[in-house]
């Protein structure tokens, strides 16, 4: 069973509007969590990394956000652009260094 | 600096043939993790090197190898293709090995389709 749940798989939003992904993971002990942006054809760029003691990291226009506690996390876009357009995934590591990767929401950002 | 180039970018072979990909890191950067990626599966680990060996390796079968050169670079190979193994294989080096916050840097990945 995948350790790293994202939801939704898929959502399309208009130019200039907010949405928010969400990643639930099971993976324990944890080290951090990271959140990659995967532009079609690309290879994926990281966004954000948070440890477990950190509740919020934001990058420009991406705010992450940690539960740890919960095992829970979101990446909230705002004001959402056409470059937005693009797979995000969610990718946890244990204390053991191995990468757990979600399968990746795909946010389609419409004029 | 130069980020992490992967080679070929596309690669077109046939079930049996065996394929060899490439991965030069950024420089400075001594580990090297490969992955395969599918629609179906998502990214999936394949191995890891650092310092010209293996540290870790996911559930994949034989056929599928690699090693890392003393100037970091590495190299995947996959014998006995499968139709299977059509899919998107990146490659991300990182400044050290397993360490918490090492942030780890993609290439563009080579599409390999097997025919």
């Known amino acids: 069973k995948n350790q790293v749940e994202q939801s939704p798989q898929s959502l399309i939003i208009l130019e200039g509007k907010n949405c928010t992904l969400q990643?639930?993971?099971?993976?324990?002990?944890?080290?951090?969590l990271r959140w990659y942006k995967q532009d079609t054809g690309r290879g994926p760029v990281s966004l954000t990394i948070?440890?477990?003691?950190?509740n919020t990291k934001s990058n420009g226009r991406y705010t992450a956000t940690l539960d740890a506690d919960t095992k829970q996390s979101s990446l909230h876009i705002t004001a959402s652009q056409l470059s937005d357009s693009a797979s995000y995934i969610c990718v946890v590591s244990g204390v053991d260094y191995k990468l757990s990767f979600g399968a990746g929401t795909t946010v389609t950002v419409r004029a | 600096k130069a980020g992490v180039t992967q080679t070929p970018r596309y690669l077109i072979k046939t079930r049996g043939q065996q394929v060899t990909l490439s991965c030069s890191p950024i420089s400075g950067h001594r580990s090297v993790s490969w992955y395969q990626q599918t629609p179906g599966q998502g990214l999936q680990f394949l191995f890891e090197?650092?310092?010209?060996?293996?540290?870790n390796k996911g559930n994949f079968p034989g056929r599928f190898s690699g090693r890392q050169f003393s100037n970091s670079r590495s190299e995947m190979n996959v014998s006995t293709l499968e139709l299977g193994d059509s899919a998107l294989y990146l490659c991300?080096?990182?400044?050290?090995?397993?360490?918490?916050?090492?942030?780890?840097?993609f290439g563009q990945g080579t599409r390999l389709t097997v025919v």
């Open positions: 990643c639930n993971y099971t993976v324990s002990p944890f080290s951090n």
């Open positions: 991300a080096s990182s400044l050290r090995e397993g360490r918490k916050n090492t942030e780890a840097f």
């Open positions: 090197y650092f310092s010209e060996t293996q540290r």
């Open positions: 948070m440890t477990f003691s950190e």
